[in-house]
């Protein structure tokens, strides 16, 4: 069987035969068949998400393309962990793609997100190359292309979407067992956050705020919320707001929360929420309790392998030391990423 596959001459996009097109399908997380390849040795990845699940599978070899914004949303010190990422070619991003340089790549598969605009991926799919969407949640595919979808039991939906999600990037790439010891390493920790939290009474939830930038946050639907309750927190964006969303100063000073929590990946917001004369009414501010999470924390709207396995407890152990004081964090860390990285935490 034969696919027509995206070539550039002199300047122009054409159409040519090439061999060898296994007809194996899978289908991605917006209920589309996606037929690719036997053997995927080219793929772009068009989404920080699925590029961080891919490297954690060793699949960082049978990647020639990746987001253009990678740095951004994975943090500069990525490249430690993905060696050689900084000399891939970058020929878009999560909503736009430059076409010409897509093609030029000679992709077996593209990765995209699930909220990537349908023109972009027809665009895709237009020269022939396979578009795969990835959103580690299971949702209705009317809410799977949007990015702060409608999600009735975020628990089941991320649970279920990750495993998914995980399960679809490893068989593309062949690492089927990497995928699913990765799934199997993501809940090792559950049951004793779990435990240890079981006799937390609602009303003894520590207030939380997850800070990004430009009063940036994350409400109902999204993982991060899901996170912060496992950890034995209340989201206090969580009543208010639905999804990722800007917000205002009246309003974090109206919630008032008790903690504030800012990602590794936004450093610069940790000074910013300290400094800022407006924050300082705020009991997380006044208490000095503003952290800058760990890099293996992920506290994204996606649910990341190391944030399940390491972030959530990381999470619960700076709410509650006293009920974690035997854990040590740093080991975990360390032997997560010689795992699913093959590298150490720590330089």
Do not use: C
């Amino acid at each position: 069987m034969m696919r027509p596959r995206a070539v550039l001459t002199s300047g122009l996009l054409l159409l040519a035969a090439t061999a060898a097109w296994a007809d194996r399908t899978i289908t991605d997380q917006l209920g589309h068949s996606v037929t690719i390849p036997d053997t995927v040795e080219r793929a772009v990845v068009l989404q920080h998400q699925t590029l961080n699940i891919a490297v954690q599978l060793d699949a960082l070899d049978q990647i020639v393309g990746v987001l253009d914004e990678w740095k951004k949303q994975l943090g500069p010190g990525f490249s430690r962990l993905a060696p050689g990422i900084e000399e891939k070619a970058t020929p878009g991003g999560l909503t736009s793609v430059n076409i010409e340089a897509l093609a030029a790549l000679d992709p077996d598969v593209v990765f995209v997100t699930n909220y990537a605009p349908a023109e972009m991926r027809d665009q895709i799919a237009a020269i022939g190359l396979p578009v795969v969407a990835i959103s580690l949640l299971d949702v209705p595919p009317e809410e799977a292309v949007k990015m702060n979808p409608t999600v009735t039991d975020e628990a089941e939906a991320y649970d279920k979407g990750f495993a998914e999600g995980v399960g679809i990037i490893a068989e593309v790439f062949g690492k089927q067992a990497e995928g699913q010891a990765l799934i199997g390493a993501a809940s090792e920790s559950r049951d004793l956050v779990a435990s240890r939290l079981a006799d937390l009474a609602p009303g003894e939830r520590t207030r939380a705020y997850m800070a990004n930038p430009e009063l940036t946050t994350y409400g109902s639907g999204k993982y991060t919320g899901l996170m912060m309750e496992r950890a034995g927190a209340m989201n206090v964006a969580a009543a208010t707001i639905k999804g990722y969303q800007q917000i205002t100063m009246e309003e974090i000073i109206r919630w008032n929360p008790q903690v504030i929590f800012v990602q590794d990946r936004y450093p610069q917001v940790v000074d910013e929420i300290r400094n800022g004369a407006a924050w300082q009414s705020i009991d997380a501010v006044r208490d000095g309790r503003v952290m800058l999470m760990p890099e293996y924390a992920k506290a994204w709207g996606y649910p990341m392998p190391e944030a399940q396995a390491l972030g959530e407890l990381w999470m619960a152990k700076a709410l509650y030391p006293a009920r974690f004081d035997d854990i040590d964090m740093e080991a975990r860390a360390n032997a997560y990423y010689e795992r699913f990285y093959r590298a150490p935490y720590r330089e």
